[in-house]
């Protein structure tokens, strides 16, 4: 049985007379307390698995971490009410968090969306170095790596997928999840946890189902990636920001083709 997965008895009403009822599948959602030392910061609405990436990658591009190794140890209990992502922060690190802790409860999986104030939003992000460059035409069959990840998705239509591809347009590893955000939190999560073992982790593209907003441009640049490809538009937000930061954004990316917003001289 799939993970994130549970399966409800329901009618169909089809070509004007409704069905015999039957089985029918549903992505879960569950909400997802992410807790520093003792202390709750942000529950999020997400699919329950994968939820140890989930911790690394919020952490990260939240800017409540610096590497992995400001962690210290993450533990995941499941209760009635939902599930709860105990981490034990660096007390160098816990301190900064409660100097600038804030209220949050995201129903989307978009930290940004509980912000109390606009400075808290609007972050300056250093400018990406100019390191690498891609062929676009490389990455015509990447739409079939984000479904291929989408394990819940394929059977409910309910997910959105991030994928970590090599300069050539390879697949490397990919998460789903209800939340577009939360996917790409554990992409990069994922993709820390690996980078101090495995060299293709460093330099790539991130691929999206979504569209590209102002907080997918910002946590992927948060983690010093280069590319972000995205399947639907980019908001004007986005684009501001990605220009800001030298970051390559490109929309309605598929086989192959898309809308540059910015970074083309890494396009080649």
Same mark, same amino acid.
């Given at each position: 049985?799939?993970?994130?997965?549970?399966s409800?008895?329901?009618?169909?009403?089809?070509n004007?007379?409704?069905?015999?009822?039957?089985?029918d599948?549903?992505?879960? +959602?569950?909400?997802?307390?992410?807790? *520093?030392?003792?202390?709750?910061?942000?529950?999020?609405?997400a699919?329950?698995k994968d939820?140890? *990436?989930?911790?690394?990658?919020?952490?990260?591009? +939240?800017?409540?971490i610096?590497?992995?190794? %400001?962690? *210290?140890?993450i533990?995941?209990?499941?209760n009635?009410k939902?599930?709860e992502?105990?981490?034990?922060?660096?007390?160098?690190?816990?301190?900064?968090?409660?100097e600038?802790?804030?209220?949050?409860?995201g129903?989307?999986?978009?930290?940004?969306c509980?912000?109390?104030?606009?400075?808290? /939003?609007?972050?300056?992000?250093?400018?990406l170095p100019? =390191?690498?460059?891609?062929?676009?035409?490389d990455f015509?069959?990447s739409?079939?790596?984000?479904?291929?990840?989408?394990h819940?998705?394929n059977?409910? @239509?309910?997910?959105?997928?991030?994928?970590w591809? %090599?300069?050539q347009?390879k697949?490397i590893?990919g998460?789903?999840?209800?939340?577009?955000?939360?996917?790409?939190d554990?992409?990069l999560?994922?993709?820390?946890?690996?980078?101090s073992?495995?060299?293709?982790y460093?330099? @790539?593209?991130?691929? /999206?189902?979504?569209?590209?907003? *102002? +907080? =997918?441009?910002?946590?992927?640049a948060?983690?010093?990636v +280069?590319?972000?490809?995205? /399947?639907?538009?980019a908001t004007? =937000?986005a /684009? %501001?920001?990605?220009?800001?930061?030298?970051l390559?954004?490109?929309?309605?990316?598929?086989?192959?083709?898309?809308v540059i917003y910015?970074?083309?001289d890494?396009l080649?």
């Amino acid at each position: 049985m799939t993970v994130g997965i549970e399966s409800i008895l329901v009618r169909k009403f089809k070509n004007g007379e409704f069905k015999v009822p039957q089985f029918d599948k549903l992505a879960i +959602e569950k909400p997802v307390a992410l807790i *520093y030392n003792g202390i709750s910061h942000v529950v999020m609405m997400a699919t329950p698995k994968d939820l140890h *990436y989930f911790a690394v990658g919020f952490s990260l591009t +939240e800017n409540i971490i610096q590497s992995v190794t %400001d962690i *210290y140890g993450i533990d995941i209990i499941e209760n009635p009410k939902g599930i709860e992502v105990q981490i034990e922060l660096s007390s160098r690190r816990f301190s900064e968090l409660k100097e600038k802790r804030r209220n949050l409860t995201g129903r989307t999986g978009c930290g940004i969306c509980g912000s109390e104030q606009i400075d808290q /939003v609007c972050q300056t992000i250093p400018a990406l170095p100019l =390191m690498n460059q891609i062929n676009l035409a490389d990455f015509s069959n990447s739409l079939n790596d984000l479904s291929q990840v989408q394990h819940v998705g394929n059977k409910t @239509g309910c997910t959105h997928a991030a994928v970590w591809l %090599d300069l050539q347009g390879k697949f490397i590893a990919g998460f789903e999840d209800i939340g577009r955000h939360v996917a790409l939190d554990k992409l990069l999560g994922f993709r820390a946890i690996q980078l101090s073992n495995h060299p293709n982790y460093q330099h @790539g593209v991130v691929l /999206v189902s979504s569209r590209a907003s *102002y +907080e =997918m441009v910002q946590k992927t640049a948060n983690c010093g990636v +280069e590319f972000l490809l995205a /399947v639907s538009a980019a908001t004007s =937000m986005a /684009v %501001d920001l990605a220009k800001q930061c030298n970051l390559t954004l490109v929309g309605f990316f598929r086989g192959g083709n898309g809308v540059i917003y910015s970074g083309d001289d890494r396009l080649v």
